[in-house]
């Protein structure tokens, strides 16, 4: 369902509205990623994400809200660092976690007592939670552990006759998942790297140290994509760095496979040899290297790759989000 002007958004937000409030799931669109989305205070429908998606019931939802004042029920306590956070970068890719309200069901936080909660800038999906006047549970609109949908018609192709409702806002215009900020840790820290990144929100805290990486011995999972093997395409993904073709080509011939089923994503050293099934020239700027990431790799996967080799990223705070992606899709 397309929302490409006034009457198709009205009618495409009555009719998200409608099924979300029957218990039913849609696809949405977000800024990061299309959604698969469900009411947060139904376990019902949360658990019938799980179902469609085939996720493992120990992965945590975020919860998607549209406002502090409907981001404050969902949780019990709303910190100074809260108010910090919010203020800076909501709405936008940021998800802070937080203790969580009782109101939220066991089945969104995977039986912890924190829940990740985001304000997203996609003005559709605002449009339909306020409609509602519920928070939604939306994870990723695609099978799990498979490549998160950037576009209407990747969702289609997943999860076609599976849900009643994909709803068309075009390509996201982030591109991966929101950075996960746990602000329940001391000191607080990323859990997932994002495009918000550690040196903005220390900026934004003013004073302290931002930590990095799960909590370690934690046995319930504060955040969603923290599974070693994530995001992965159906093909074989490999990260390289090569100094000229030669070295590119020695390198992927010990996978033993065709060369033109190996695609080659490239930033730096892009390859004019003959052969390859695709090369592809990712842009250098990691916004909009991540603006287009996960498109590249459905198109690997639609154009029969066995082999999909992505040129190592570059070193820095601003590519640790889409380091991350590829590095869990690469197990």
Request: one cysteine or more; aromatic letters at 6%; proline letters at 8%.
């Amino acid at each position: 369902m397309a929302i490409n002007n006034a009457a198709l958004f009205k009618a495409a937000v009555a009719r998200a509205v409608e099924l979300l409030r029957a218990g039913q799931l849609v696809a949405l669109p977000t800024e990061t990623v299309y959604g698969l989305a469900a009411n947060a205070w139904d376990a019902d429908a949360v658990r019938r994400i799980f179902e469609v998606k085939g996720r493992p019931s120990h992965n945590p939802i975020i919860v998607h809200v549209a406002g502090v004042e409907l981001a404050r029920r969902c949780v019990t306590g709303w910190s100074p660092l809260a108010v910090k956070m919010a203020a800076a970068f909501w709405p936008g890719p940021l998800t802070m976690v937080l203790p969580r309200a009782k109101e939220i069901p066991d089945v969104v936080t995977a039986g912890g007592n924190t829940v990740g909660v985001r304000w997203p800038s996609h003005p559709f999906i605002q449009a339909v939670i306020r409609e509602c006047g519920f928070p939604l549970a939306a994870p990723s609109a695609n099978r799990s552990n498979r490549i998160s949908p950037t576009k209407a018609e990747h969702v289609r192709k997943d999860l076609d006759g599976l849900i009643p409702l994909i709803v068309d806002g075009g390509p996201s215009q982030v591109g991966i998942e929101s950075t996960v900020f746990d602000l329940t840790s001391s000191p607080p820290r990323v859990l997932r790297p994002g495009m918000i990144h550690a040196d903005s929100l220390q900026a934004a805290m003013g004073e302290g140290a931002v930590g990095g990486g799960a909590e370690k011995g934690a046995t319930v999972r504060r955040s969603p994509g923290l599974m070693p093997k994530h995001y992965a395409p159906k093909a074989k993904l490999v990260l390289l760095s090569w100094q000229d073709e030669d070295d590119l080509a020695a390198k992927v011939a010990v996978y033993g496979i065709k060369p033109d089923k190996i695609h080659v994503l490239a930033h730096h050293v892009i390859s004019m040899r003959p052969g390859f099934g695709r090369v592809s020239n990712i842009p250098q700027d990691a916004k909009a290297w991540a603006r287009v990431l996960y498109a590249e790799l459905h198109r690997c996967d639609e154009a029969g790759a066995q082999l999909i080799v992505v040129e190592t990223p570059p070193p820095g705070e601003e590519w640790r989000g889409i380091a991350d992606r590829l590095t869990r899709a690469s197990h």
